[in-house]
């Protein structure tokens, strides 16, 4: 359980967040979207309490996780788009430093390794910028840590490992776990989401589930042969493309299937539209 209560935060003089406050709850997996500079990254090491605030507060598990304390540490885990590992074999590490995370999982580590891979008696530093990735994220995963921070964690990485970071993450969700993960491959792993929120000018303009935007929204498609008819369409937001105009419409209590991204542009382009 994280709770972030009118935090303010900003980089010299200039406010990234004002008044921003937001809930996540246990057994969901959060899709942090926004565009650059937007803050994901910053809202991440916020919550891991990387950064301090200028004002608010932000409760991880029910502690201040800018205190530091060892009792929440071991249950939070940021995983950093951008990482340093030291000259170490894959095997010396995780034995080192999973002495930090009493809910680390030898067994499940192990397998993970061998599903993406990656060959645990080599140098870390040796390996390449994708295989380093899939190196930490595993031994994030085999963590349990109840809140899960991860910053980008397909970027970089080819389809083959995108596809088995997906499944990962998937399978390693527990009841007792919070993940929120922050990207803008929104079709790398929307299919992992279960709530999104979209972060837009310092503040959140959407946080809400899969299942509310599936049942409130559509998409509706008007073809270049279509184009010339005179029926309109009452939408949200629309974009030209290739096979004619795309738009997102309120649904009308059927449930459908919506391309998130497409979502995020009408979210960012007409935040009032946007419930």
Do not use: W
Request: net charge neutral.
């Amino acid at each position: 359980m994280i709770e972030c209560k009118n935090i303010h935060f900003g980089y010299s003089k200039d406010p990234l967040f004002n008044d921003l406050s937001a809930n996540f709850e246990n057994g969901h997996i959060y899709g942090l979207l926004g565009k650059n500079g937007a803050g994901k990254t910053t809202l991440l090491k916020c919550i891991a309490g990387l950064l301090h605030l200028k004002s608010g507060e932000i409760d991880v598990l029910g502690r201040k996780s800018i205190k530091k304390e060892p009792e929440i540490l071991k249950d939070i885990f940021f995983f950093p788009e951008n990482f340093f590992l030291p000259s170490l074999s894959g095997e010396k590490y995780y034995k080192l430093y999973c002495q930090f995370y009493p809910n680390f999982n030898e067994e499940y580590f192990l397998k993970t390794c061998v599903d993406f891979e990656i060959q645990l008696d080599k140098n870390l530093r040796t390996l390449s910028f994708g295989q380093k990735k899939k190196f930490y994220l595993a031994f994030g995963l085999s963590t349990f840590a109840k809140i899960m921070l991860l910053d980008e964690p397909t970027n970089g990485l080819d389809i083959p490992s995108k596809t088995a970071v997906r499944k990962k993450i998937a399978e390693s969700l527990t009841e007792n776990q919070t993940f929120i993960i922050s990207t803008h491959q929104v079709r790398d792993l929307s299919q992992l989401f279960d709530y999104i929120i979209i972060l837009h000018n310092g503040k959140i303009i959407f946080h809400n589930s899969i299942d509310y935007i599936t049942d409130n929204y559509s998409i509706k498609i008007k073809t270049i042969n279509q184009n010339n008819e005179k029926e309109e369409i009452e939408s949200i937001y629309y974009e030209e493309s290739t096979i004619g105009k795309i738009y997102l419409v309120k649904n009308k209590g059927n449930n459908s299937n919506i391309d998130l991204e497409f979502f995020f542009d009408a979210a960012i382009s007409n935040p009032n539209s946007i419930f």
